[in-house]
């Protein structure tokens, strides 16, 4: 997952370990399922996991909270479990674009203020395959503190719409 240059540009972000909730590794949660081999990160299954609580379900979600993290993201993941993916802690409460290359599935990103509330939701963002051209790579914007991407129909499963509120853990939020 490539984001946009205001993205790469930012400063390193909080330290997990100013996180002060309860988190797993991603190997011992599983959220993803399955991955090509010779594109993934082999950090990603090391990335902690923490749950936040939607209307209708636990999301287990993977923490993309550095620069690196948040650019691959999910790229080359095939399959994520039920209720599972990631979410990308950003330094401000500002408008983010993320720009889809190497996603190969279709994703549900959910934008998050500070204090819970979903600002957007994009529904059944497109996957692109590896050969994709840069030009034709899905796109999509919003604003918020956090992004959470879910496997593509999750966020309606679950209850995710704009205005409604999750309850994220304290160490996310600065509180």
Known sequence: MRSSSALRALAPVMS????????ARAADAAPFASVVSDCVNPKLFDLPVVQVDAPRATLHLAIAADEH???????CVTHLRPQSGMIFIFTRD???EFWMKNTLISLDMVWVRPDGKVDAVAAKVPAS?????DDAVARRTGHGLYVIELAAGEAARDGISPGIRLRLPEGLTGH
């Open 16 to 23: 997990l370990l100013v996180l002060t909730a309860p988190v």
């Open 69 to 75: 993290t948040r650019e691959l993201g999910l790229m």
């Open 94 to 96: 500002d408008k983010w």
């Open 129 to 133: 395959t590896r050969t994709t051209g």
